[in-house]
């Protein structure tokens, strides 16, 4: 038809790069690619022990490239002329140093192999000591800039992270003109407005990460920040004052970028956000929905009127920012640091020992990588299996889920996890069963906090991997929350969301209300509470609050 429009949703993960091609009349995606990162993939700039995760920009130029010609390669022919928009969402916080010019300082010779040049990834934690000062300054400030992100500022956030590279990269330090989050970096790249002072800058990453209030006049005060730490000194001026909704246009595919990708200047580039908050709207969020983005660590999104919400500052949660989610309401964010990953966790540590044949000479290498595939794709799969026949009135280990320490309720990253009750009969599948039922506990543990300081939570909706994937570990999520999930249908709910917010900022659609009520995909299934297993959980979920 002549008057299809199409716009593109482009989903930055932890490990991947995708873009989907969605037709705005019904939300049906047209086409698809995945770019993994090859510099992330070999782990390179990480230092895990450490909590130290830092990505390469090159990763993610080479990825917008690959996704974005690969998905228009799979489309009929034409495709690429009725491209209206492009909307990017990314992880967060995730800021780098940039030059002057906006140029993250890993893409120039000097930095090129420096970890402190590069992104600073949402789950890297070298920053506790800087977030542990934050907090302390902020309790006994005349303002409390903490107020409006729960009241406890993460190390994982935008503040502390700059701190703590200024602190102990000198050479960074003095290169470093701005700091820029990825989710800002990707739309002014693509519009050539790269200028740190002028490029537009996410309501969603600075309200819930940097600390941005309206009440603030912006950004904490200059004096706060130089009383943080001297380096601080001077770099409010180099950063942003004004913010905006992913609704918003961030200007237009160049000359450069539409040559490169095959399309035209004249496709509209949104405001970024994280992929959370766009993965909420492509999830179909409404008012006092509770969506749970369920991946290698969750993020919990709700939305509620302002004038509902009112004075109400909700402590330790991710923050409450106008706007971040849905434009037009107040946004709320929770999460867990960790949901798969610990999944991932114990499945590395059970195949430890695998890792040990390719030094033995009594296998061939085509035998060991066989045995590796084989039990890779299937350890899990196998252990859920087994985990469910186990009664919940048997599932004598307790688990605490603060592998990656504890975002929400109340964030700190200086926790660990534990595992409780161990005998000589705990076998594999009971430890697996208590992890799952402690991502679970800890689920509970953000909705209760919701609840308890007056956010009500009118239904619960699911998105990302592990809702897609896993039958048990949803049914028992149901079972402990004691509530109905509802699980979208969209295998790409974060970047069906971006596109949602490009056919907005594109003007395809007036509002992203409409946007979500023509594009969106709807439920494939819902899990139900079932009340005799929820009971006995809630006698497990006190012996989690106070272990």
């Not at 790069?17 to 990480?46: D, H, Q």
């Not at 706060?224 to 601080?232: E, Q």
């Not at 290498?365 to 087994?386: A, G, P, R």
């Not at 249908?489 to 009520?517: C, P, R, W």
Request: hydrophobic letters at 40%.
């Amino acid at each position: 038809m002549q008057n299809e429009n199409y716009v593109i949703g482009i989903d930055y993960g932890t490990d991947s790069c995708r873009s989907v091609i969605i037709n705005t009349a019904n939300g049906k995606e047209l086409a698809s690619s995945v770019f993994y990162y090859p510099r992330w993939k070999e782990g390179k700039f990480c230092d895990p022990v450490n909590n130290m995760f830092r990505q390469h920009p090159l990763d993610y130029v080479e990825g917008v490239k690959s996704t974005v010609k690969e998905a228009l390669k799979k489309c009929p022919a034409g495709t690429a002329q009725k491209v209206r928009g492009i909307s990017i969402d990314t992880t967060g916080s995730t800021p780098v140093a940039v030059d002057k010019n906006g140029t993250p300082l890993a893409l120039t010779d000097e930095f090129k192999d420096n970890p402190n040049a590069m992104f600073v990834l949402w789950k890297d934690h070298t920053a506790v000591k800087e977030a542990d000062e934050i907090n302390t300054l902020a309790a006994s400030a005349k303002v409390d800039f903490t107020k409006f992100v729960g009241g406890i500022y993460s190390s994982e956030w935008f503040w502390a992270k700059i701190l703590h590279i200024l602190r102990v990269d000198e050479k960074v330090r003095k290169a470093a003109f701005s700091w820029v989050e990825h989710c800002d970096w990707m739309p002014a790249l693509l519009t050539g407005n790269t200028d740190p002072l002028v490029l537009k800058r996410s309501r969603c990453a600075a309200g819930h990460k940097a600390m941005w209030h309206e009440a603030f006049g912006g950004l904490p005060s200059e004096e706060f920040l130089a009383k943080l730490d001297p380096l601080l000194a001077g770099l409010r001026d180099r950063l942003f004052k004004d913010t905006f909704t992913s609704d918003v246009s961030a200007g237009n595919l160049s000359k450069e970028w539409a040559d490169e990708l095959g399309l035209s200047t004249d496709v509209v580039v949104g405001v970024g956000a994280f992929d959370a908050h766009m993965g909420a709207v492509g999830g179909e969020i409404t008012p006092y929905t509770l969506l749970k983005v369920m991946g290698t660590s969750t993020c919990d999104m709700l939305t509620a009127p302002a004038g509902e919400i009112g004075e109400n500052v909700v402590k330790g949660i991710c923050g409450q920012v106008d706007g971040s989610i849905v434009p037009g309401l107040i946004g709320l964010e929770a999460g867990q640091s960790a949901f798969g990953d610990i999944y991932a966790w114990f499945k590395k540590l059970l195949l430890w020992p695998v890792s040990t044949l390719e030094s033995d000479s009594s296998f061939t290498k085509s035998e060991v990588e066989k045995i590796k595939t084989k039990l890779e794709n299937d350890l899990l799969v196998s252990l859920e299996k087994e985990a469910s026949k186990i009664p919940v009135e048997d599932s004598s280990i307790l688990a605490i889920d603060w592998m990656n320490g504890r975002r929400t309720p109340d964030a700190n990253q200086n926790l660990k996890g534990a595992i409780f009750g161990l005998n000589l009969g705990s076998d594999a599948p009971r430890i697996y069963r208590a992890l799952i039922e402690a991502t679970a506990f800890g689920s509970r543990s953000i909705a209760e906090r919701f609840e308890s300081e007056g956010v009500k939570i009118n239904d619960v909706i699911a998105i990302g991997g592990v809702a897609k994937k896993s039958k048990f570990i949803m049914q028992t999520v149901s079972n402990v929350l004691n509530k109905k999930i509802r699980v979208a249908v969209s295998d790409q709910s974060v970047a069906l969301g971006a596109a949602m917010f490009a056919a907005v900022a594109a003007g395809i659609y007036a509002d992203v209300a409409e946007a979500q009520k023509n594009m969106g995909n709807g439920f494939e299934c819902e899990y139900m509470p079932e009340p005799e297993k929820a009971k006995m959980y809630d006698a497990i979920y006190k012996k989690y609050q106070n272990a």
